[in-house]
């Protein structure tokens, strides 16, 4: 008889491990791993994973200090027997430099997708960033499924939020708020951004004259210096609506940025693929269903 999937969660990855598994009906496997004093990692699988298909789960959002031990986990699943090994990165990193803006710049978006490509037979993400390239299989050679998780937000603003006004902070947002508006019935509308740097975002907004009394809610993919979000929430404040509820999918939220988000926002939500406070939205039945349909790597 085939064994079922083993799931293997990289360190901090155990909860959507779990729910993962829950969802797939298969085992959750452990991983040791540690620092040797000189800062090299020591990795050992503690489940055996000879003839098993294995899918490790690691999340991306800090993918520097954790790729390497990431990369010895595959590798080592591989030469112990694995039948397959694919990894599910709910946030998927390096998505943003994939072109050179400058003479020079490393297109690391590129690198990336080739190192991962070489050490799995398939990829499950959720929203990748997409923008200059349209799919994932433009960068990456293995079988790639971007799950969406504009349904898993639709069906939770729709549970929590009475009359919600769907409010998208750039154009780049526009395809979130658009399906989660399809699936909602609610109303939407997309802000103008202009980004002059890192911390420096501005935003502008049409005339929202027929949708008084609505609660505004924010919806964004990304918040990373959480500069976009706070720059939409206080446009709303300055324009007499109400506090808006925020939600995003990948709360990265680096430094101060979810703390000055929430003195802004009504309550501030986002979708499991990063561990974060704010998690309110399970993605791992999306994910899992993605896992399921994955083609075979050719
Ligand atoms: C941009 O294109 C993305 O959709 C997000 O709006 C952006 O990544 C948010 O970044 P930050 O939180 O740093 O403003």
């Keep these: 008889m085939t064994q079922a999937p083993l799931i293997l969660p990289m360190p901090g990855n155990e909860t959507f491990a779990r729910q993962l598994a829950k969802a797939r009906k298969s085992d959750v496997g452990s991983v040791e791993t540690r620092r040797f004093p000189d800062g090299e990692t020591y ?10 298909a294995v899918d490790i789960v690691a999340t ?6 954790d790729f390497l031990r990431l990369a010895f986990a595959a590798d080592a699943a591989r030469s112990q027997g694995a039948e397959r090994v694919r990894l599910v990165a709910p946030y998927l990193a390096y998505m943003r430099q994939d072109k050179a803006f400058h003479p020079g710049e ?30 994932l299989s433009e960068l990456y050679t293995i079988p790639a499924a971007a799950v969406q998780a504009a349904p898993a937000l639709a069906d939770w ?25 399809a699936r909602t019935g609610a ?4 802000m103008e951004k202009t980004r002059r740097g890192d911390f420096d975002v501005s935003v502008a907004l049409p005339a929202l004259d027929d949708h008084g009394g609505r609660i505004p ?3 964004d993919d990304i918040a990373s210096s959480g500069r976009t979000m706070l720059a939409a929430a206080q446009l709303l404040a300055a324009r007499g ?13 680096a430094g101060d940025a979810f703390a000055r988000l929430q003195q802004v926002a009504a309550r501030v939500v986002s979708c499991d693929s990063v561990p974060h406070p704010s998690n309110a939205i399970s993605l791992a039945p999306l994910v899992a269903e993605a896992l399921a349909t994955l083609p075979a790597r050719p």
């Excluded at 990336?112 to 349209?134: E, K, M, N, Q, Y």
């Design 106 to 135: 490393a297109v690391t978006s590129d690198t990336f997708a080739r190192i991962i490509s070489s050490l799995f037979d398939g990829i499950v993400t959720v929203d990748p960033h997409l923008h200059r390239r349209l799919a």
């Design 187 to 190: 109303p939407w509308v997309v």
């Design 43 to 52: 990795l050992r699988l503690l489940t055996p994973v000879a003839g098993r």
């Design 60 to 65: 991306l959002a800090g993918p520097d200090p």
């Design 157 to 181: 603003i729709a549970a929590e939020v009475d009359r919600p006004l769907l409010i998208g902070p750039d154009s780049e947002s526009a395809q979130w708020v658009a399906a989660i508006a």
């Design 241 to 253: 609506l109400a506090r808006p509820v925020c939600a995003v999918v990948h709360p990265l939220f």
């Design 217 to 219: 809610v924010l919806v």
